[in-house]
């Protein structure tokens, strides 16, 4: 499957915990994003990247959210210090640029803190 | 006031109908617009893009409204396997080359019943 990838599907975390997601984005695809979703939303923007730069990151996104794509290839993001709150479906899309802007979402990785 | 705002619904119609769906944008400055789908617990997937003279594939219809930051789909001919949400898609960055962060409404939910 040369689609993008999420790792773990899901995880179940207690409070105050940290956890890492990990997306392996589809191979010549040069920029890639992160987005959450909870229940009865869309897709909300946290931040992408442009190869290894991170070329914006949300108001939205607190300090303990982090995000890397130290090669330009797959991407983490990690969130320290979990909070009920966080509990939602975490979503990695990757596009190629230039194009058609289309973004090729990942199945995403459900968090859920206790 | 969100950046992308939709009627949530949800829309029950049954095969056969014709259904609209709206979305409105609040920063003017936007400047590519998309339609994606999301299939229950699935990730988003690019349904059409939207250009300003409008646009058909098939049963779909997309119309954007510039003047009035608004953009439409409508659907004929409704089929069972429509059912889906709908999510509006608005970019700030112009169409070919520079896509960045894409915003999504909080999508409509359709279902259409035999």
């Known amino acids: 499957d040369t689609g993008v990838s999420q790792d773990p599907r899901h995880k179940i975390t207690k409070r105050g915990q940290n956890v890492t997601f990990r997306c392996d984005p589809i191979s010549e695809h040069n920029r890639l994003y992160w987005y959450r979703q909870t229940l009865g939303q869309g897709p909300e923007f946290l931040t992408y990247?442009?190869?290894?730069?991170?070329?914006?990151k949300s108001r939205l996104l607190s300090d303990r959210f982090s995000a890397e794509r130290p090669k330009g290839s797959f991407s983490t993001l990690e969130i320290q210090r979990t909070e009920q709150g966080d509990s939602a479906m975490y979503l990695c899309?990757?596009?190629?640029?230039?194009?058609?802007?289309?973004?090729?979402f990942g199945e995403g990785s459900r968090l859920t803190v206790l | 006031r969100k950046e992308v705002e939709q009627d949530p619904g949800p829309f029950n119609v049954p095969e056969g109908a014709t259904v609209a769906f709206n979305c409105t944008y609040s920063?003017?400055?936007?400047?590519?617009f998309f339609w994606y789908r999301q299939d229950c617990r699935k990730e988003p997937k690019l349904l059409m893009s939207v250009y300003s003279s409008g646009n058909e594939d098939g049963r779909f219809t997309a119309q954007l409204n510039r003047a009035s930051q608004y953009i439409s789909l409508l659907i004929r001919d409704s089929k069972l396997s429509d059912s889906a949400t709908y999510l509006c898609v608005v970019s700030l960055n112009a169409g070919g080359t520079s896509y960045g962060k894409l915003t999504f409404g909080q999508g409509t939910i359709l279902t259409v019943h035999p």
């Open positions: 990247f442009q190869n290894e730069a991170q070329l914006e």
């Open positions: 899309a990757s596009s190629i640029r230039p194009g058609t802007g289309e973004l090729f």
């Open positions: 920063n003017s400055a936007s400047q590519s």
